[in-house]
């Protein structure tokens, strides 16, 4: 009986469907291990060995992976919202409502909207861990850099969604900030030096042309803003976030892994 | 226990607040060997922990830190507590250790592993982790949902999403192009430029403290200070009004506060000389205009002569000016502050014709 | 050190176990999460009362299936349908080896017909074809056209054979299938029949299988994750298609989803059942497809508030009717108040104010009982004079003018009640401006009682000259007095000790001391004509005789209140006069200005500077006509969107009540200063509004008013509509609230109160159902220019309200209006005064012996008053000639308890030919008479 | 270092303390398979969530049951194709062979084969689906082309106003006999 057994998974692992799948057998020697690492697509963004200190989780506090991970329950979560989720001033409100009272698993949005806020923290603490280790001086300059990039984009990012349920809290939250950009120096109608910005008898900056203009789609927030938002929220900005990752990533195996005293 | 409360709503203002939390910041830096030792921090989180409980017991204050979309900031203020300790004690371990001519935590765990199974395993673990804390927060707390957008109606107060109530709370002390455009673009700026006026080689790839004082310092000031805490005061204690309320305060929205704030130029041209402003914007604000100028481009050289006659020694020109204009510019904030609740100041330069004011 | 690196396995730098115990720990915690997940997403409120509803409905449809299954037992219908069906049955089998072979019969027929039947339908196709083949040949002058053409004809003649044949074989078979049908066709009757006795039956079981206790009902149907193939428990929505929700950057279609838990809010059947698997109480106005608010067109919280996309008890927005619904929701439900949701349920008590949301423009909307007395109390009380609300202002002021008040009253009584009106009369509607919550103290008081002097002062000084002629009260009684003013109507307005109460509030002022407060000139001037000295008075003429006069002056004059006579009034502090004219003056002018200019002015002068001021500081003027205040603007907030309006903007102060608006109107009726509680304000910058002293009761309606002011985006057809007609009646209406019509009346079978003082109706005024019909529009007129006798047996008498002509029409329209008259001129034909016709009638006329209760005057003074009807010789003038004819044939009809007998028509039962002719007869013959 | 050089297997395997080995097979195997168990369940009820997410619990479509009409609005012997993009349905008004009875019965617009909208041609007197050429009778018997059934009908009764009542829940398909149902149509 085990033996038969055996036999059909013999039969099975060394099928050419099976093989073709799977480049190795099961991770229980050094070789396959590495193999693992090296033909799969999500693990190769590791290096097959690594520094002890550098995977210690006293020493990363795995906030890197964590800020990394929530990113991807962003993004599950968000597209499985977007089936119920129509971004018009008709819809936006009462699709959240459905949400909240009777879409199947509408709890998503609660995953959703804590995942956020969880990766904010993650990534604020992924820093504060990367500046104590000293982990930005040379030969990182350029990848911390690049990190700061992502922060900035990672509040975008809850911040354009802030507006999405299309309710008090959520435009009163975008008016607070969107009226800053009116104050931009030079850009914002309202910011210094834009005044002095004029050819002739036209202003160049003024309230129908400025950064706030530009953020809202309109001289005030309106179902405009409420599209060009829902575009930055789960294209835009994700597009330019992925890219930059992509980036980050690999420069931390270029430039020598995780960080360790030299 | 009313009483109790009644002194604390009494103490709770920004002023004490803020200068009360910028001197235990001074006295960290300064002993942070001692501060580190568990038998400092356990009795702090002890304190804290039943300070916690007995606030919890107000209804006010409950009400506000139980509001979902308030959870995350109390995450937020352990985690960072959690870790700037964490990342502090080891690295005041690490110093110990290189006066004593031992070698490094991280030193001693150099060697090469496997990343399978040794790597991948924890962050399993780690990510299922995450995913567990993410399910059961979100069992526990219903995502916030208020009444449909009215853009004739402003609730009060209007609050930005919490993680940028720092900046809304600079908002009181800046005008919106510094507060809102300027200085969050100079965080930005300052962050990416930090690796290139750090000349310090030290401590790069291990926890350290005493060798980065004043790097960690500067950091540790403009996240926890000028950041974290400003989350938590716009949060927690600005109400209607963006009056200020002690923790255990009702939000009343008909609260009164005294604000009469008056301008440099009008301080010196009214108050002290009594002749009244005069019509030339540049001579009215020139005071002001003088003033921002040499903090700005005065103040950098004669750093440079005096206290960073060392660091300048160490860092370029170029980089030394950006160091600089960056940490003046961090510490203006606390300046204005500290003027606006001495003299009530409102603008050192104040042209409003122009949308320029500082 | 380079041992320890030796046995160093770079596989396993970590105890692989115990990262294993914790991968089994996380991934457990990660199960126990998911788990709850699906639990928290699937456990809802509205589950367990739709559960509910079904035991409920199984428990039910149990007891009908044995009611109704008990009942069939003991059916004769059902037991001969039975015994039919067996009789068939017997009969059936006698022919059984018939049937067999027909049915195999038919069998083979059906093969032959199937047979022709696709030869047919091959050929027709393959001809259709062909057709179509030709046509395009013949189109491109193609030279198979022959070809096809022969082919064609050649298939078409195949087609007619295979026509006839399959005509013929269908033939055979609905023949055998007659035959068939014949043998059974009685079985089958019967089965029909008893299928039809047990249809009830039937359809319970079918019920009761379909809701039943079974395994798929129970647990597969709405099991988790499952429970999208065929589940029983469904959010329920009802979609109003052109009432929204403003959501400000867009308007949305009203959902409702409020019957998902008030399963049975629209069945009648439940109405003793617990909220919320309760029938709505009142499915005549509500809900229902015959009522005029169907839930398909209304949806719930058009009417209640609400969030109606919400499911959950709390966002729904429910609103506890007390304190103590809101301890026992607060257990039951958690319920908290609903903060996020700008139209927040009504508590129970309120909900009528959204009735004003459609019936806007209405004076007694129909079947809203609550709103009504609300409309009613407003109205009494000015609220709406101070308050603009667009669209209620009021025609006539509800206070008296003071223009001649000097005349009237002294000036201590004057003093006394501007102090505290209610210490005088405490039914009044004027309200007390003094002494309130925020006014108690010391200072207050001197303040209080120099306002007062300088208001006396003021209105004396502004007061026109008027001298009532002097009257002797010689002869009068008392005792005829008060008899007279119960028998002759005055209680339909006013109230007095000595009757009982009847209307609660009034309509006019109660009078039971008036003697304290008047003079016998001017209350004998007053009687006689009230006009005279208030020409927009709404006390109507009572056509008093000069003796009559007497008598009722010396009663009021004896009605006398020797406790107000007593009180003390405090004097006027002259330093407390030079400090409110001082602060007056300072609002107007710099302080050094104000010092000077009453540093000018004589005691004189500054008092009556404070009574302008407190005048115009109350609003006084809004409810009262006052000399030097015609253009004055009424004080109060405007509330014509008072119930908009965002909660943050009305100040709570530190009053404990809860934050909603309904508490916060309700408190401010009930104590309207109460929210200076606490605070430190100035004399005059203290809330003004004056206590009404309304009961609670009263308060909760006045709140039901205000929270129906509010902003409505209900489309015009969803409204009432306003045609021609209904604009006539709500003029009508507006009259009769006006003039109190029905204090005395019943109209639209409301009012009629003063009907309590009298022993049978019929010594009341008479109820006025139908006078649109039966009067004629010129006598209506000149009866209300100048009411003449009718009804000679009534002391109570019709008062001449001295209407204009625009009233007088509107009334008149009215009525007509009621009963659906559009007709002004009639024509009634010419009678003539002989022949058969008039002598039927005269014949008829004298049998029934109509001259017995209908006399004419003169009435000789023995005349039995009792039992006496309205004069004849009134109807060719008075009555519509068609009228008379309905009103003949059945008076009860018309008239429900009228003491006229039908002669003519009796139980119902068709009229003979012969009562025809009779009716028509004496019809006519009053006419000519 | 070479990589390559670093990954070739011990030379000496037996050296190495593997906490592998150490622990007991036993111990190793339950908490693991504990471990993956509860992981995969938790997987699997995800899956099976995301599964259900994708069925709404509330469907805003149009009403089920409607009025069309009262019954004199049809002619005769017309196929009625006015509540076509309203409601979804022919009324027809007529002889039906099915109950050999005249009135009205309602067929549902979707041809049995793959779902198009058929076309009346009155010439022809049939419905005919555009997509692959199925052919129907006025009566909505399917006589040529792919279809494999006839048309659908629905629920047809008076309402107590006198009108025609059509109620699209309740369909009556020919080949199950349910067309002589006696409210699969409407005696006029």
């Known amino acids: 009986m085990n033996s038969k057994l055996k036999q059909i998974q013999k039969q099975i692992v060394e099928s050419q469907i099976w093989k073709s799948i799977f480049r190795h057998g099961m991770p229980d020697d050094t070789r396959t291990r590495a193999m693992v690492v090296l033909s799969n697509v999500f693990l190769h963004l590791h290096p097959v060995k690594s520094r002890e200190a550098g995977i210690r989780v006293g020493y990363t506090w795995c906030m890197g992976g964590i800020t990394f991970f929530l990113f991807l329950v962003e993004a599950v979560t968000g597209i499985l919202l977007m089936f119920y989720y129509r971004p018009t001033a008709e819809y936006a409100y009462s699709d959240i409502i459905a949400l909240r009272e009777h879409v199947p698993l509408g709890i998503m949005r609660e995953l959703h909207r804590w995942g956020a806020h969880a990766m904010v923290i993650a990534v604020w603490l992924h820093m504060f861990r990367v500046f104590m280790t000293g982990s930005y001086k040379p030969p990182r300059e350029f990848n911390w850099g690049i990190g700061v990039v992502l922060l900035v984009l990672t509040l975008l990012l809850s911040f354009t969604g802030y507006l999405l349920p299309w309710d008090q809290l959520a435009i009163w939250a975008i008016a607070v900030g969107s009226n800053m950009a009116r104050a931009t120096p030079f850009l914002g109608h309202e910011g210094p030096g834009a005044s002095l910005l004029k050819i002739g008898d036209m202003n160049l900056v003024h309230a129908g042309d400025d950064a706030r203009f530009g953020l809202l789609a309109g001289r005030m927030i309106s179902e405009a803003t409420l599209l060009r938002f829902y575009v930055l929220h789960c294209i835009f900005i994700p597009f330019v976030a992925s890219i930059l990752m992509a980036i980050h990533f690999w420069r931390v195996r270029k430039d020598g892994g995780i960080s360790g005293p030299m | 226990m009313e009483a109790l409360r009644h002194t604390i709503n009494a103490f709770a203002t920004p002023t004490t607040i803020y200068l009360s939390s910028v001197a235990l910041f001074a006295i960290a830096m300064w002993k942070m060997e001692i501060v580190v030792k568990p038998l400092v921090m356990i009795p702090v989180v002890i304190v804290t922990v039943l300070g916690t409980i007995f606030a919890l017991t107000d209804d006010h204050f409950f009400k506000l830190v139980t509001l979902p979309d308030n959870i995350p900031i109390t995450i937020m203020l352990a985690t960072v507590g959690y870790f700037t300790w964490y990342a502090l004690k080891k690295g005041v371990e690490n110093d110990k250790r290189l006066s004593e001519n031992r070698p490094l935590i991280e030193q001693e765990q150099d060697r090469r592993v496997m990343t399978w199974p040794n790597l991948v395993y924890i962050e399993f673990i780690c990510l299922i982790a995450i995913t567990v804390f993410l399910i059961f927060w979100s069992i526990g707390f219903q995502a916030p949902l208020e009444e449909p957008a009215n853009p004739t109606v402003t609730p009060n107060p209007a609050k930005a999403p919490w993680y940028f109530l720092g900046l809304q709370e600079m908002l009181v002390y800046f005008d919106p192009w510094l507060a809102g455009v300027v200085f969050p673009g100079l965080i930005v700026v300052g962050l990416m430029a930090l690796p290139y006026i750090d000349p310090n080689p030290k401590g790069n790839g291990y926890y350290s403290f005493k060798d980065r004082r004043l790097v960690i310092g500067y950091y540790l000031f403009g996240f926890l200070i000028q950041w974290v805490l400003l989350i938590v005061l716009g949060t927690f204690m600005r109400g209607p009004g963006w009056s200020f309320f002690g923790p255990f305060q009702e939000w009343d929205p008909h609260k009164v506060e005294a604000l009469t704030n008056i301008n440099l130029s009008e301080l010196l041209w009214v108050k002290l000389l009594n002749i009244g402003l005069p019509k030339n914007i540049l001579l009215r604000e020139g005071v002001g205009i003088v003033v921002v100028l040499g903090y700005l481009v005065a103040l950098p050289p004669l750093l440079a002569k005096t206290i960073f006659k060392k660091l300048y020694q160490e860092l370029s020109f170029i980089r030394f000016q950006i160091m600089c204009f960056l940490f003046l510019a961090m510490l203006s904030l606390p300046i204005k502050m500290i003027l606006r609740w001495t003299i009530n100041l409102k603008y050192i330069v104040a042209i409003p014709e122009f949308f320029f004011n500082i | 050190m380079a041992e320890n690196k030796k046995q160093f396995d770079p596989d396993h730098l970590f105890n692989i176990l115990k990262l294993n115990k914790w991968f089994a720990i996380v991934s457990i915690l990660l199960l126990l999460g998911v788990v709850g997940l699906i639990k928290k997403d699937y456990d809802r409120d509205w589950k367990n009362w739709q559960r509910k509803f079904r035991s409920l409905e199984i428990k039910n449809t149990k007891d009908e299936i044995t009611k109704v299954s008990e009942d069939l037992k003991n059916s004769s219908e059902y037991q001969e349908a039975q015994a039919k069906l067996d009789s068939a049955g017997q009969e059936l089998k006698k022919n059984e080896i018939d049937l067999f072979k027909l049915k195999k019969e038919l069998a083979d027929h059906e093969n032959t017909r199937f047979k022709t039947d696709r030869v047919f339908r091959d050929l027709k196709s393959v001809t259709d074809s062909l057709r179509y083949e030709l046509d395009e040949a013949k189109h491109h002058n193609d030279r198979s056209v022959n070809r096809i053409a022969t082919r064609l004809k050649k298939k078409e003649a195949e087609l007619q054979v295979a026509r006839a044949k399959k005509e013929a074989a269908e033939a055979v078979y609905n023949k055998t299938q007659s035959q068939i049908n014949e043998l059974t066709a009685s079985t089958k009757a019967a089965q029909a029949e008893l299928n039809k006795a047990s249809s009830d039956l039937t359809r319970l079981k079918k019920k009761e299988r379909a809701i039943g206790r079974s395994f798929v009902n129970d647990v597969l149907r709405d099991a988790p994750l499952l429970d999208f193939i065929d589940p029983s428990l469904k959010v329920k929505e009802i979609i109003v298609d052109d009432l929204y929700d403003d959501y400000n950057f867009a308007k949305i279609k009203r959902i409702d989803s409020c019957t998902t838990c008030h399963v049975a809010i629209d069945k009648v059947g439940y109405e003793d059942q617990p909220n919320p698997l309760k029938t709505h109480p009142k499915l005549d106005v509500y809900l229902s497809s015959r009522s005029p608010h169907p839930i398909q067109e209304y949806g719930c919280t058009i009417c209640h508030g609400g969030m109606g996309g919400s499911l959950d008890f709390v966002h729904a927005g429910h609103a506890p009717k007390n304190e103590a619904q809101a301890k026992e929701w607060e257990k039951k439900y958690h319920w908290h108040p609903l903060k996020h949701w700008d139209d927040p349920m009504l508590p129970l008590q309120y909900t009528q104010a959204n009735c004003l949301g459609c019936h806007k423009k209405e004076i007694d909307v129909p079947k809203g009982d609550r709103i009504n007395q609300a409309i009613f109390l407003v109205e009494r009380s000015g609220c709406v004079q101070c308050h603009k609300v667009e669209g209620w202002h009021l025609k006539n002021k509800p206070g008296p003018t003071l223009r001649k008040i000097s005349s009237k009253v002294s000036e201590e009584w004057l003093s006394k009640w501007i102090r505290n009106p209610k210490s005088f009369r405490p039914t009044t509607a004027m309200p007390r401006f003094f002494d309130l919550t925020n006014t108690k103290d010391y200072e207050s008081k001197a303040r209080s009682s120099v306002q007062v002097a300088g208001i006396v002062s003021y209105l004396k000084s502004k007061a026109q000259p008027y001298e009532p002629p002097s009257v002797s009260l010689e002869g009068a009684s008392i005792e005829q007095g008060k008899q007279l003013f119960g028998d002759i109507g005055c209680l339909g307005c006013h109230s007095i000790d000595d009757y009982p109460k009847i209307m609660q509030p009034q309509f006019g002022p109660d009078l039971s001391d008036v003697g304290s407060k008047l003079s016998a000139n001017w209350i004998a001037a007053w009687l006689k004509n009230p006009k005279q000295y208030w020409p927009d008075s709404r006390m109507p003429n009572m056509r008093l005789s000069e003796s009559e006069i007497k008598h009722l002056t010396s009663y009021l004059l004896s009605k006398r209140n020797t406790a107000f006579e007593e009180q003390k009034l405090q004097k006027a502090d002259p330093r407390v006069i030079d400090k409110t004219t001082l602060e007056f003056l300072k609002a107007r002018m710099t302080l050094k200005e104000a010092q000077e200019k009453a540093a000018s002015m004589s005691k004189e002068e500054k008092l009556h500077f404070i009574g302008e001021r407190t005048i115009a500081h109350y609003g006084c003027y809004s409810c009262h006509d006052i000399d030097g205040f015609e253009n004055a603007k009424p004080i109060g907030v405007e509330l014509t969107l008072e119930a908009s309006k965002p909660l943050p903007r009305f100040d709570f102060g530190f009053v404990d009540i809860p934050k909603n608006l309904q508490s916060w109107i309700y408190q401010k009726l009930m104590e309207p200063r109460i929210f200076d509680t606490g605070k430190e304000k100035a004399y005059l910058d203290r809330l003004r509004m004056p206590q009404f002293d309304f009961t609670p009761e009263q308060a909760e309606l006045v709140t039901t008013f205000v929270l129906g002011l509010k902003k409505d985006d209900t489309p015009l057809h969803r409204k009432p509509s306003y045609d021609n007609n209904i604009d006539r009646i709500h003029a009508g209406r507006a009259l009769l609230h006006e003039n109190n019509c029905r204090g005395c009346h019943i109209v639209e079978d409301m009012g009629g109160r003063i009907l309590a003082n009298y022993e049978s109706a019929r010594q009341g005024p008479p109820n006025l159902k139908g006078v649109g019909q039966k009067l004629q529009p010129d006598w209506f007129y000149q009866f209300l220019k100048a009411p003449s006798v009718v009804r000679p047996w009534l002391n109570v008498r019709m008062p001449t309200f001295g209407f204009s002509d625009h009233d007088n029409n509107a009334l008149i329209n009215y009525f007509r209006a009621l009963d659906r008259q559009t007709q002004n001129y009639e024509t009634i034909p010419e009678l003539a005064r002989s022949g058969d016709h008039y002598m039927l009638g005269k014949k008829t006329f004298e049998t029934y012996q109509c001259q017995n209760c209908h006399k004419s005057p003169p009435y000789p003074p023995d005349t039995d008053m009792e039992n006496m009807a309205p004069p004849l010789t009134l109807v060719p003038k008075r009555l519509r000639y068609e009228w008379v004819d309905d009103w003949l044939r059945d008076p009860q009809k018309l008239m429900p308890g009228t003491g006229m007998p039908g002669f003519f028509y009796y139980d119902g039962k068709p009229m003979t030919p012969e009562s025809e002719d009779e009716v028509k007869a004496v019809r006519d013959y009053l006419y000519v008479r | ?188």
Request: some cysteine; hydrophobic content about 40%.
């Open chain 4, 1 to 188: 270092m070479d990589i390559k050089e670093e990954l070739k297997p011990p030379q000496d395997s037996v050296v190495v303390e593997d906490s592998y080995h150490m622990v007991t097979r036993r111990g190793f195997v339950s908490w693991l398979t504990v471990g993956w168990g509860a992981f995969a369940g938790a997987t699997a009820i995800m899956g099976a969530a995301f599964q259900r997410f994708l069925f709404p619990n509330v469907l805003r479509e149009p009403p089920q049951e409607f009025k069309i009409g009262f019954p004199n609005d049809f002619l005769e012997g017309v196929v009625d194709l006015r509540m076509q993009d309203k409601y979804g349905i022919w009324v027809v008004r007529g002889f039906d062979p099915a109950t050999s009875q005249t009135g009205i019965y309602v067929l549902s617009v979707i041809c049995t084969h793959l779902g198009c909208t058929p076309t009346w041609l009155e010439s022809e007197a049939k419905f005919k689906c555009p997509c692959h050429g199925s052919g129907f009778y006025k009566t909505g018997i399917n006589f040529e082309g792919p279809a494999p059934r006839p048309l659908e009908r629905f629920r047809v009764v008076l309402a107590e106003d006198g009108q025609v009542q059509v109620d699209k829940g309740k369909k009556f398909q020919y080949e199950k006999g349910e067309w002589t149902q006696p409210e699969a149509f409407l005696k006029v």
